[in-house]
């Protein structure tokens, strides 16, 4: 695995979304879980997590996620999590984390599914 596929990203937008980049592992999301708190302390709120750009996620990108929606659930909102690769919708069914995440993933040909 060379670095560039080591390493995870989030792009921001001015609508309160998170394009979520690269691998949601292990490796990336102590980095990943900084870059959205510092994008809350100067910033809006994260009302969306986009993962298209999601190319691997372990439990601990499953974590991360349940943290934020745990975070904003107690400040009175929620967050939608979109397009999760087949890996971690599977394991958030597994977990029964799916429903609780407000969790929609893709189909084979990168489209969002339910």
Do not use: Y
Request: hydrophobic share 45%.
């Amino acid at each position: 695995m060379s670095d560039a596929d080591r390493e995870g990203g989030i792009d921001f937008t001015q609508d309160g979304s998170a394009n979520f980049h690269g691998p949601l592992t292990f490796e990336t999301v102590p980095a990943l879980f900084r870059d959205l708190e510092e994008r809350v302390k100067r910033e809006a709120a994260v009302e969306r997590i986009d993962l298209a750009g999601v190319t691997a996620a372990d439990s601990a990108g499953l974590a991360l996620l349940l943290e934020w929606q745990a975070r904003a659930r107690a400040n009175g909102s929620s967050l939608a999590v979109r397009n999760a690769p087949g890996a971690l919708l599977r394991l958030a069914r597994l977990c029964e984390a799916d429903e609780l995440l407000n969790l929609s993933g893709r189909d084979a040909a990168g489209s969002a599914t339910p």
